[in-house]
């Protein structure tokens, strides 16, 4: 592809990336910390948007690998003295293990049922980080988790994490634009079609949530070092519902939907709960709003005008059937 | 001559005017005080109460020019939401943006575990006041963190030195624990158990209850309780869920047939449960009121809490906060400065005049030696709740945690 | 281990299973009917408490305070269920899976704030009338008297919803609409006044439950929270839209709680998910629900 060709096709993301790497050199120190957030909680979007956007399932416990991967790094460092990037490919396997095992028994549902089975799942793993108080720490959560000294202050953790997240991004990118990233689609548009053309859906499905799973304890390792602790309400279903959220903010029908809703979330929550308590009731409206007026998120209303129409991708089929019983 | 002159009598003229303009030209900053509590979830009413015990000192401190005499206080307030990574991103904010020098917070000890070494990167003075896990002060020392409240090892040990008194006296053998199954349930109840068989071997644990955080329904609870027939049942439970037990086992006759001994029942619960807690029961509290009425400072902070807040009586959380100004205000003093290097220096090991009387910052965990306080609850003609009466002081230097111990939890966790 | 030690175990598990079939029966019946899994529940569930409260509050004087309170807030409840409806869930219908439960989570994020601020973060507690302020004993089991009403309450609401679904004609159609919406429509049914009336006898209930709740320990903040995940598992084990299949969820669930104090206390909440898991994998329907729906 011609250079030209390329920046037409990737203006956007590079556009972004630019945009990240500058901001140390243009604001205040303690919005490159909001900006670390929403890099790492973007990140759990989008491994969260495999399962919803392109394979067409909600899953509610996400969360689980997010914190499993968070607690592996967090517990290497403080109790083994393991140093930062050897944790971080630990902790997506271990996230990623979990997913195997989780996700063997959840690809046989679909729909509401795979949903909450998703949520107790996680639920489970929260009582379990909760209850095993003498390993994790319990409520009083994991303390005295300290990056390298190189990356200790606030711009080279940044740069890190920008680091990682965007490799992070580059590999899901490519898996969801070969051939395993098509697959997903087609089941999401049509599962019974899938099969019939002999493909094994449950197989295909499980990998993709052991991908997701991955790449959301990718993210939460990153937290750990960040925050300086840990704390089990990383598993709960409230944060499961954060990548649903930014997800859907930002659009699910696009690769960087839920990266932009985590920008839009995080701000409105570090700005909101700047001047007033009432962030739920805040954060409900802003909810129902978009839902029913924005839907497909912020790219799902770019969509409908402009230079992104062609990209636009969604599935039919529910669509239809809802409208026959309907009217 | 006469031009000389006028030049020489103008230069002096003006540079007196400058000197006296001085002062105003150079105007002492103010003090920013971060204050991030739980204003949601759980710990709301705490939080509130702390936040006027602190906004008093506060308003007290500025009537004579601030600290120093010429360092207003400004309070910044945030909303921790009782979760430690919000608590951690509202601590940063405090810092970074509002350029805070202290930090009282928070209701949780988890979010006071995050915070801790936010504050000590960022060499932010950091003042719990509500949550009192040991863990804050004995493992991951900060020199920035000063713990105003007595701490769950001296609560602990506090109540079983009471208790095991109370044992000796009425002749019991077995009692049974009643426990919120989260780590401060968890650590407060093995320190008791612990410390009541150093002080009185011969009481054995019949059973031990470990009902879930935020348990609504303690019926299993109480009727398995009340069919073991302990002794007493040395209860561990979260505030709210010590209310809800208590009003849940009322109807069962529960307080009639068995010895309740050792709940926390802070003024907050006195006061807003008046009309329903059970008379007689055995309680422990961090900082009430009514046991340092003798101590003008607290004749006077509860006075002038009363007036102005609408005759209202300050809870534990009140004097607390009100006692973590005034702490720093006598460090900033020390230090004849606020610059917080030069302050958390001088509050090492300082003894500081508060509302519960002069108390000492033990040197080795910025630990508060303030007192728990055991007692009856019981009516009082001159409040409309009632109070604790029959009060054992249990002093902070008493129910600590040995130095030893402190000094080999932390070379285990360097390991 | 004494028989009336066992039987006042099985009591407290009874009552706390009368309690959740309270909470749950009326989210079965809305998903089971409308497929709406509503978040917000528990949220009206606790709107209901406060209610209730809040009419005692002003009739304190009377004997028959609590008596009064508790259907006054389920009438209450039911209203801002119908309003809820009119205005928010209608519009819901036809979206997606994800957008339904965000609509509905949201929901109960703003009325869990409006709670708030409407009545405060102070705990309320209702002083109970003296009739129920001593317990009773049946074969030697303690059992506060309070929940002897409780029992009964649930019992004549499941009555009162098996006679509704089994012999009045809208019970009918409700329990075709279960089985199969399409073919409701397809007879010409008005569907939407449907969906109206059932949410708002489902939030009716809701509230009702909140009201018997009311008279329980205080009314506090975050009782939602706590609630909803266990609700949600009481409605897979007994199965999406099936009275019998919420109240068997219901008891099953009580009593695993009730009798895991005894050999495994912190599990209780770790069993209950394990055979909601069991369950979903083996059996998604639920143990009395219909498969077609699966």
Known sequence: MSAKRFLEKYWLPLLLLAAAAALPLLIAEFWIHVFNEILILGLFAVSFNLIFGYMGQLSFGHAAYYSIGAYTTGLLMVKAKWPLLLCLPVSMLTAGAAALILGFFCVRLRGIYFAILTMAFGQLVFFIIFQWYSFTGGDNGLQGIRPPPWLFSTNPYYYFTLAVVTLAMLVLRIITESPFGYTMRAIRDNTERTEFIGINVQKYMVINLVIAGMFAGLAGALWGPFNRSLAPDLTGWQHSGIPVFMAVLGGPHHFLGPMVGSVIYTFLNAFVTGFTEYWPLVSGLVIIWVVLLMPGGLFGVLQTSGRFRAKRETGEKEKAAKRAIYG | MKTKNTILIALAVLLAGCLMGAPSAFAAEPYHLGVALGFTGTGTLYSKDQLEGIQLAVDEINAKGGFLGKHPIKIFQRDTQTKPDVGVREAKDLILRDKVRAIINDYSSAVAIAVKPICREYKTLHLPSISNSENITKVD?????????????????????????????????????????????????????????????????????????????????????????????????????????????????????????????????????????????????????????????????????????????????????????????????????????????????????????????????????????????????????PILKDVIEIKGIDSERPEAEILSARAAEKK | MEFSFIFSQFLSGLTYGVILFLVASGLSLIFGVMNILNFAHATLWLIGAYFSYSFWHLLQDSHFALWVSIPLAALATGAVGWALEVLLIKRIYKRELHEQLLVTYAVALILGDLIKIVWGPTDRLIIRPPVIQQPIHILGAPLDSYFVFVILMGFAVAAGLWWFLTFTKYGHIVKAAVFSREMVGALGIPIPRIFTWVFTLGIFIAGLAGGIQSAIGSVTLGMDISIIIQAFCVVVIGGFGSLLGTLAGALIVGEVFSFAILFWTDGAMVLIFVITAVILIVRPWGLFGTPMRA
């Open chain 2, 141 to 385: 020392f900060s020199p920035y963190t000063f713990q105003l409240v007595p701490n769950t090892y001296m609560q602990a040990k506090a109540a079983a030195l009471g208790v095991a008194k109370m044992a000796k006296e009425k002749n019991w053998k077995e009692y049974v624990t009643l426990a919120s199954d989260y780590e401060w349930g968890r650590s407060t109840q093995e320190e008791t158990v612990k410390n009541l068989k150093a002080a009185a071997p011969d009481l054995v644990v019949k059973k031990e209850f470990w009902p879930r955080l935020g348990e609504t329904q303690f019926t299993s609870f109480i009727t398995s309780i009340m069919a073991l027939k302990p002794d007493f049942v040395y209860p561990v439970l979260a505030s709210k869920d010590n209310v809800a037990f208590t009003e849940q086992a009322k109807p069962y006759g529960f307080f009639e047939k068995i010895p309740y001994v050792g709940s926390m029942q802070s003024v907050t619960e006195l006061i807003t449960e008046a009309k329903t807690v059970p008379r007689g029961l055995v309680a422990i509290s961090r900082a009430p009121f009514f046991a340092h009425l003798n101590v003008p400072m607290m004749a006077a902070f509860v006075k002038n809490y009363r007036e102005k807040y609408d005759g209202k009586y300050p809870s534990d959380w009140a004097v607390m906060g009100y006692d973590a100004v005034y702490a720093l205000k006598q460090g900033i003093e020390k230090a004849k400065d606020i610059d917080t290097d030069k302050v958390k220096d001088a509050m090492k090991g300082l003894t500081v005049d508060l509302t519960r009387g002069k108390l000492q910052f033990r040197p080795i965990d910025n630990q508060l030696r303030c007192s728990s306080y055991l007692g009856v609850v019981a009516d009082d003609p001159k409040y409309p709740f």
